[in-house]
């Protein structure tokens, strides 16, 4: 979580003004996103009025390609009244443009600030808003045009883990090597087929949801979007939202509220809700796998902070474990 | 830069109540300072009107006893109408407040979020205004009640020479193990005495001023403010606004409109200005001091950016070198 490029006020203000946004008021950099840099923005016009808004520039990892899908999704949830980030266009009507920086040239976007704050320890009620949303995002994008395949699924895992390898996964923590080996060739032998698919989140932890109390304000951070298994995106939140931090302690009430929610808007179907128990545990396999891989290949004092593979490993094994089968009945 | 402490909402949410500022509606970590971390926090009263502060943790190097000196002189200036932010005092009257952190015990004050940018590329125009808003900080400051010796003055310098050992320079650079050993003893015999002193901002480069245009919104990181002579403070403005960023380039526009922007609100002494050369020198050692010194004990993919102490290495050698001695003439 970090700045990577320096942009004086100068620079911010040559890559603003084909946005005419009005003069540059303030520009502080902000603590997000570990794969691109991100400024908080605001802006008047000569009337008065001020705006604010998110800039990003994108730094490793994301394709520009796949810019247009992010960022016109955010345009079509928008339009149908989710709460996401508009999309700013330039005078030319791009979604992005591409700049020369001091680090190369990169990509960068303009989104719209929305209010609302991340939540460290969600109360039930807030959970079930979360679902709710989540299953509004799941409805809303149902007539979204692009396609993008999921560049984190079942494959990945795998590339992953042989990337990885068993020693390099046993150098973290023995437990970790022995869980892939015996759960990964089982998900892929019974990953489930068939289900309904559409566009998902696909990485919806606390801190890409804004709240304020009870209300979701913003569901942000599209960058994993892409089109998989509806259920496999509540598998996700799941995953995220309803363990503490280690994984150790499930919370049965943030749960149930997510769930509930979730289905207050949009109805699983019998097969969604029989497959919910693996899907959760792909998941945790999911996080498990990219956090390793960033674990050994991270410098340990690098600006990216590297999040314990372990806590997911800890939620796979709650999942696959047949005394936890009642968490997703219905 | 960067925001060590993670704090979630409800975290966050608790450590403002005692300042009834209304409900916490947004916050952001922001990417400014390396000794504490620093958010952007947006609050709304139940009326609807939202107002926004910096909330600043103090992690390093800061003495909590020295917080009374630099926040009161916040107030101090702000009363004055200088633009500083005022600092926002908790329902007891605390300028600061000592709490909890899963990091260990940790200071934290707020104080107010003021407009403005900070500029990469200054023109002389806007030079010129932060010239003149430094005299009238020395202004403002004059009857400042309380007192604080400066940290950062010649015999830490030296210290900090001493701790780098001639080896250490020299590993960072030959010139640089040369220059300490060529001018450092020099300034120690010829340091100046009798001139006027004050309080000093003694830190005020570019990152530290928010403009508008022409016009300063906001001086701020009153964190090595201090007791010193005045003049020393406009050598130190003039080391860190008037050269490129590696030092080698010189800008006379720059350093013209400076010096005349600080003369226009206060007429320096014939003696301040035959000291002003000196006053330079002594300011471009104290930066290549520390940051030779944190070059040597960062580790070099630390959370802080390693800052180049060659680059004020150079600037002492400009502004000792006697075909420049025209540089503070009147």
Same mark, same amino acid.
């Given at each position: 979580?970090?700045?990577?490029?320096?942009?004086?006020?100068?620079?911010?203000?040559?890559?603003?003004?084909?946005? =005419?946004?009005?003069?540059?008021?303030?520009?502080?950099?902000?603590?997000?996103?570990?794969?691109?840099?991100?400024?908080?923005?605001?802006?008047?016009? #000569? +009337?008065?009025?001020?705006?604010?808004?998110?800039?990003?520039?994108?730094?490793?990892?994301?394709?520009?390609?796949?810019?247009?899908?992010?960022?016109? !999704?955010?345009?079509?949830?928008?339009?149908?009244?989710?709460?996401?980030?508009?999309?700013? =266009?330039?005078?030319?009507?791009?979604?992005?443009?591409?700049? %020369?920086?001091?680090?190369?040239?990169?990509?960068?976007?303009?989104?719209?600030?929305?209010?609302?704050?991340?939540?460290? $320890? &969600?109360?039930?009620?807030?959970?079930?808003?979360?679902?709710?949303? *989540?299953?509004?995002?799941?409805?809303?994008?149902?007539?979204? &045009?692009?396609?993008?395949?999921?560049?984190?699924?079942?494959?990945?895992?795998?590339? !992953?883990?042989?990337?990885?390898? +068993?020693?390099?996964?046993?150098?973290?923590? &023995?437990?970790?090597?022995?869980?892939?080996?015996?759960?990964?060739?089982?998900?892929?032998?019974?990953? #489930?087929?068939?289900?309904?698919?559409?566009?998902? =989140?696909? $990485?919806?932890?606390? %801190?890409?949801?804004?709240?304020?109390?009870?209300?979701?304000?913003?569901?942000?951070?599209?960058?994993?979007?892409?089109?998989?298994?509806?259920?496999?995106? *509540?598998?996700?939140? =799941?995953?995220?939202?309803?363990?503490?931090?280690?994984?150790?302690?499930?919370?049965? $009430?943030?749960?149930?509220?997510?769930?509930?929610?979730?289905?207050?808007?949009?109805?699983?179907?019998?097969?969604?809700?029989?497959?919910?128990?693996?899907?959760?545990?792909?998941? +945790?396999?999911?996080?498990?796998?990219?956090?390793?891989?960033?674990?050994?290949?991270? &410098?340990?004092?690098?600006?990216?902070?590297?999040? $314990?593979? *372990?806590?997911?490993?800890?939620? !796979?094994?709650?999942?696959?474990?047949?005394?936890?089968?009642?968490?997703?009945?219905?």
């Amino acid at each position: 979580m970090a700045v990577y490029t320096h942009l004086g006020a100068e620079d911010m203000a040559a890559l603003l003004a084909p946005y =005419h946004l009005g003069d540059l008021v303030s520009a502080k950099g902000i603590a997000e996103g570990v794969s691109n840099s991100n400024w908080l923005i605001e802006t008047a016009r #000569p +009337a008065g009025e001020t705006a604010r808004f998110i800039l990003t520039m994108y730094e490793f990892r994301i394709e520009i390609a796949d810019l247009p899908y992010f960022l016109g !999704l955010l345009d079509h949830l928008a339009a149908k009244g989710c709460p996401v980030p508009r999309s700013i =266009h330039d005078d030319a009507g791009n979604l992005y443009r591409v700049v %020369d920086t001091a680090r190369g040239e990169r990509a960068l976007a303009l989104i719209e600030f929305l209010p609302g704050v991340s939540l460290g $320890d &969600p109360t039930p009620g807030q959970a079930r808003a979360v679902g709710a949303a *989540l299953a509004t995002l799941h409805g809303a994008a149902a007539d979204y &045009p692009a396609t993008r395949a999921n560049g984190m699924g079942l494959a990945e895992w795998q590339r !992953l883990a042989q990337e990885c390898g +068993a020693d390099g996964l046993a150098s973290i923590a &023995p437990a970790l090597a022995e869980m892939v080996a015996e759960h990964l060739p089982r998900l892929a032998a019974q990953w #489930p087929t068939g289900l309904q698919t559409g566009v998902i =989140h696909a $990485d919806l932890f606390p %801190d890409n949801v804004l709240m304020q109390g009870e209300t979701v304000t913003g569901l942000i951070d599209f960058y994993f979007a892409c089109n998989d298994i509806l259920a496999y995106d *509540l598998a996700v939140t =799941h995953a995220a939202w309803c363990f503490d931090a280690s994984g150790e302690a499930f919370r049965p $009430d943030l749960s149930a509220a997510l769930l509930q929610g979730y289905a207050s808007v949009r109805t699983l179907s019998t097969a969604e809700q029989a497959a919910l128990p693996l899907l959760a545990q792909g998941a +945790a396999m999911r996080f498990a796998m990219s956090r390793a891989y960033d674990w050994l290949n991270t &410098p340990a004092d690098a600006l990216v902070t590297r999040k $314990d593979p *372990l806590a997911f490993a800890r939620r !796979l094994l709650f999942y696959a474990d047949p005394a936890n089968s009642g968490v997703f009945a219905a």
